[in-house]
């Protein structure tokens, strides 16, 4: 008993001393003694999936948010408020990533969201946001109804991830030409079958009949989200023979297929577009990549062909010992609006922030030229470079990428929501 | 649902060639794993629901053993021998302590290992996925039978999985060791009191499980992607299998994993959206058709 | 003498629903009202599974069934109906109970593992239609746009307060039923078929029928912890319906305890505390659950509150000295089929 009672005095003497000594300091420096609340660090609470097959989510999206806050604290933080990012694993579960963000706000002294989850977490999370009325920035979500439904629509809610909408526009366009020069009449689509899959899959073969109305899609596959064998469905595709075939696997389903693919001799019959491979998760992990399968960017350091660009790879490789992938630019972009909202605003209250973030135009290495946009109207992000190309074996990778005109994006995006009743 | 596709492919010897062996990749693959649930359920009246670890274990052991070595035959071999052993230590100082309790208490400690498990592979290996490729001996363009497209790797899959399906059928029926596992399935205490331990019994039919799982990691490696959790994706299956062969045959699971490659890869033509869903059709129809499966013991 | 427990149960049950009704009050805390309503959807859910596997000695792989199909038939019901929430609970609850009247009169002719195999494919083959039907289920990203919660008797759900007491509420009524269920002469003929099922039959009991009925109430309030979850979520998502849903309720029944009418109920305050705790703590959740998990199950090898009960029972007959009755609750029998 007299132990604990002894130590408690200790800790009062210490914390005397303690604030003493700092109070000399300040004296010293010569600067105004500030007090403890308003150096209280600036809480963000990100959830996002740290186990798991899609652990890699976690680690780049708090690679991306950490790299981006570490500059702004080392820059004086907020008027000295510094910023904490406070991560947790919902190991993928919607549910759970509700949960996680009420407790991070109701419990954690969480003021922003960071959503680094999937597309359907990011539904449950913005759940959340609504009921709670904090600001949530979604980092991963490509889903584009989260922000193009105006049911959904809520103003706190911002988006710095590519959209798929965008990425089919793009993708039908290129396509189109290639198409268009090649000859390529018969197509077949191979894509999982969940949300993300379906959508971004029915879209690229619109936008593809938009640019080159002669194809035809004589077949489609639909493997299993996280499916380990694709025999079947390669099986299936070199019974159709399609002159050329889009797919938007990704991750370690997009590494098992082409690795799957390669020893049926897949990519010598037929030319292969699919969204997802330029992003160095793949571009290292194959051991023998393909040349010549048609790409769009996920996150290439050579494009855009930028010093800028450049210097943040190499920033974040030489910190984290890994490559930068897709998710690590969206959310040290989403990371960045929040920062840059945080000085425009003077403030972490939700409507003031919401209202500096909404419409702003940052400067950004990923931009398409070199600016990136928050756009009012859906507050979800625009003018990202996007691009495509083909692969060759070893790096760059992708050493030709022909941009994507933002223009033509925007058009034909307007003309998907007024058909969706979106607008 | 495209009825029309698949009366196609079956009217053409090319597609079923090509379709055929397509369900046998896919079958004999799941065999390795859903004979050794079967097995360890048959002797040990145990399931094995962290089954999907081990095949995980195989996978990242031949990962960093071909990593090491640049050998894939020393790297399969290291795999399975690791595998074995870890089956050897999950019976002793896990498993053996719940025999006899509910199943759910079984399924409970299952869960516990593999949460486990799927933490440390990550903490050892990393979260992103990884990829073994293809080994240089296997890099051939593939052979054409019938007009129909075998891939060199897998064709030497189909033949090693059916020698080891025969030869652990053949052990089982023929050999004095084999003899005793039966006898051990069907009445330990008998063998027990005949002065054969039966405890050994247990050890060595769970470690010839965990050999099988971890050889089924390390075969597919070449052609799969390796990440924490990939283990989910077997263990369904295998169950699924298991079920409809018959728990504690290997002839069923053979039988069962055949099935459920063809219905796959036909499957996969004829209803894309919904392949899923037929397999766990197929397990509910036998379950209430024939419970004890295709080759099941009655009771 | 039943009667008067009754009581006495009721009683209890409003006394503790006071208490936490004051509880905010005192600890106003928006972290523990959410506890106390994921408690309340797995505490409904968990002991609605072990009148199945505790009671009717029906070990069941795919109770998840009916949480899903409470989940998505409330929130769709005042999505697509409009309804009051009283009458979309009304129709979850019937809809449950037809389609569990269904399902159970196929699997609880099987025996234990098979009966458990065939559960989980129905509750696979709910979750793959759950993924497929994607214009009314919303596929994989589930039911998005929240759930409407139109006042009732003079109840907003959507105010924080009256949707903790709310759930609250409904914890501690389910409770109350199958508390009153199990007690009833129908309970004990369960804990008949469970323990002596040839004898049941000799005495001329209808095993099938008697298994069909605790199918029927397990599903009906199984589906009530989906309703809860649907509402602190704002929607359903295909999770609700998977494998790992059936084995969330298992491992909270196997913490906490089957022989025990409140076990499950522990397990489920057990289970969330760990993995909410652990979550906070540290990143290699796997890790540390799993340990914990391995040294109860491998330690205690029975749920907690059994464990508890147990111990408490050795010592008040140590304390008198007397021999030690015979359990008031038996032990469910758990033998595997193939022996």
């Known amino acids: 008993m007299s132990k604990r009672c002894d130590a408690k005095r200790r800790d009062h003497r210490l914390n005397r001393r303690e604030l003493l000594s700092g109070a000399v300091a300040a004296a010293v420096a010569g600067f105004p003694f500030v007090s403890r609340a308003q150096m209280k660090p600036i809480r963000i609470g990100m959830p996002t999936i740290q186990s798991g097959r899609a652990a890699m989510v976690g680690a780049s999206s708090r690679n991306g948010c950490s790299m981006e806050i570490e500059k702004f604290n080392a820059a004086g933080g907020l008027g000295g408020r510094m910023v904490e990012l406070v991560a947790r694993d919902t190991k993928g579960k919607p549910e759970e990533a509700a949960r996680l963000s009420r407790e991070l706000v109701n419990s954690d002294g969480c003021e922003i969201l960071f959503d680094a989850e999937s597309s359907a977490g990011a539904f449950a999370i913005h759940e959340v946001a609504k009921d709670l009325g904090v600001l949530v920035m979604h980092m991963n979500s490509e889903t584009s109804s989260l922000t193009a439904d105006p049911k959904l629509r809520i103003p706190n809610a911002f988006r710095a991830a590519r959209q798929g909408i965008h990425d089919s526009i793009a993708a039908g366009s290129y396509a189109g030409k290639i198409a268009k020069a090649k000859g390529l009449k018969k197509w077949l689509s191979c894509s999982p079958d969940y949300a993300y899959g379906r959508d971004s899959t029915q879209l690229f073969l619109e936008y593809l009949k938009h640019f080159q109305p002669d194809v035809e899609v004589v077949g489609e596959a639909w493997p299993k989200l996280y499916q380990p064998d694709y025999t079947d469905a390669l099986t299936k595709i070199l019974q159709i023979k399609p002159q050329a075939m889009y797919s938007c696997l990704w991750g370690g389903d997009l590494t098992a297929f082409i690795d799957q693919s390669a020893i049926y001799n897949l990519f010598a019959q037929m030319e292969v577009f699919t969204i997802n491979v330029a992003d160095y998760t793949i571009l290292t992990a194959v051991k023998n990549l393909p040349k010549g399968i048609h790409s769009g960017n996920r ?52 409507k003031k922030l919401s209202d500096a973030i909404r419409g702003m135009k940052i400067e950004s290495p990923f931009g398409a030229d070199g600016t990136l946009t928050m756009r009012a109207e859906d507050q979800t992000l625009v003018n990202y470079a996007t691009g495509w190309g083909q692969t060759i074996p070893t790096e760059p990778f992708m050493p030709e990428v022909t941009p994507v005109d933002w223009q033509v994006i925007y058009e034909l995006e307007t003309a998907w929501k007024k058909k969706n009743n979106y607008i | 649902m495209d009825l029309p596709a698949l009366a196609n492919c ?33 002797v040990l009246k145990v399931i094995n629901f962290a089954h999907g670890s081990f095949y995980m274990l195989g996978a990242y052991l031949v990962l960093t053993v071909y990593g090491l070595s640049d050998s894939f035959l020393l790297a399969v071999i290291a795999a399975a021998l690791g595998v074995a052993v870890f089956g050897l230590l999950f019976e002793r100082l896990i498993i053996s302590r719940v025999y006899g309790s509910q199943v759910l208490m079984q399924l409970l400690v299952c869960y516990g290992v593999i949460l486990i498990l799927d933490d440390l592979v990550k903490i050892i290996w990393g979260p992103e996925f990884k990829s073994l490729g293809m080994p240089a001996a296997f890099q051939k363009p593939p052979y054409l039978l019938g007009g129909g497209v075998v891939p060199v790797y897998y064709l030497f899959l189909i033949l090693l999985t059916l020698l080891i399906a025969v030869a652990l059928g053949l052990a089982i029926t023929r050999t004095r060791l084999g003899k005793i596992v039966r006898a051990v399935a069907i009445n330990p205490g008998m063998v027990s009191a005949l002065g054969i331990n039966t405890g050994y019994v247990y050890a060595g039919v769970f470690m010839l499980g965990g050999l099988l799982a971890g050889l089924a990691g390390a075969l597919a490696a070449p052609v799969r992607s390796i990440v924490s959790g990939m283990g989910l994706s077997v263990v369904v299956e295998s169950f699924i299998v298991t079920v409809i062969g018959g728990m504690g045959s290997v002839a069923g699971a053979l039988v069962g994993s055949l099935l459920i490659g063809l219905v796959r890869s036909f499957g996969t033509i004829g209803f894309p959206l919904f392949t899923e869903g037929l397999m766990f059709l197929l397990m509910a129809v036998v379950l209430v058709l024939k419970p004890s499966g295709l080759f099941g013991r009655e009771g | 003498m039943r009667t008067s427990s009754m009581r006495r149960d009721c009683l209890i049950a409003l006394i503790v629903f006071a208490a936490l009704a004051a509880l905010p009050m005192l600890w106003p805390s928006r972290g523990v009202s959410d506890f ?304």
């Open chain 3, 36 to 339: 106390v309503i994921r408690l309340a959807a797995f505490g409904i859910f968990a002991t609605s599974l072990n009148m199945l596997v505790g009671y009717a000695g029906l070990e069941s792989f795919g109770h998840g069934l009916f949480f899903g199909l409470g989940a998505y038939s409330f929130a769709l019901a005042m999505q697509r109906l409009g309804t009051s929430i009283p009458t979309a609970l009304l129709l979850t609850v019937l809809l449950s109970a037809a389609v569990a009247g269904i399902v159970g009169a196929i699997c609880v002719r099987l025996k234990e593992i098979y009966f458990a195999f065939l559960t989980l494919a129905f509750q696979m083959l709910l979750h793959s239609l759950i993924i497929a039907w994607t214009p009314l289920t919303g596929g994989d990203q589930g039911l998005t746009g929240g759930v409407p919660r139109p006042a009732f008797l003079g109840i907003r759900l959507d105010a924080p307060y009256h949707l903790y007491l709310f759930s609250a509420g409904l914890l501690l009524l389910c409770l109350l039923l199958m508390r009153h269920i199990v007690q009833s002469p129908f309970g004990y003929t369960l804990r008949l078929i469970r323990d002596n099922p040839a004898r049941a039959t000799s005495l001329g009991i209808n095993v099938w029928a008697m298994r069909l009925a605790a199918f029927v109430i397990a599903g009906a309030f199984g589906s009530l912890g989906g309703v809860v979850m649907s509402l602190f979520v704002s929607g359903a998502f295909p999770d609700f319906a998977y494998w790992t849903i059936s084995g969330e309720a298992i491992f909270m029944i196997m913490l906490g305890g089957t022989t025990l009418f409140l076990g499950p109920v522990a397990g489920a305050v057990m289970l969330l505390l760990l993995n909410d705790v652990v979550t906070k703590l540290t990143e290699h959740y796997g890790l540390v659950l799993g340990l914990i998990i391995l040294l109860f199950a491998l330690g205690l090898r029975k749920g907690l509150a059994d464990y508890l009960a147990e111990l408490w029972r050795e010592r008040s007959a140590r304390r008198l000295a007397v021999p030690l009755p015979a359990a008031p609750f038996a032990e469910p029998s758990n033998k595997l089929s193939g022996e």
């Open chain 2, 10 to 42: 079956v009217t053409s010897l090319s597609c079923i060639v090509t379709q055929s062996t397509s369900g046998l990749i896919i079958g004999m693959l799941l065999f390795l794993v859903a004979a050794g649930v079967s097995l360890i359920f048959g």
């Open chain 1, 299 to 350: 996150y290439l350091s050579t494009f855009p062909k930028t010093e800028a660009n450049a210097k943040w790879a190499a920033e974040y490789r030489a910190k984290f010992n890994e490559f930068p992938i897709n998710w690590s630019w969206e959310n040290a972009t989403g990371a960045k609006f929040v920062l840059e909202g945080l000085k425009k605003a003077g403030s972490t209250e939700a």
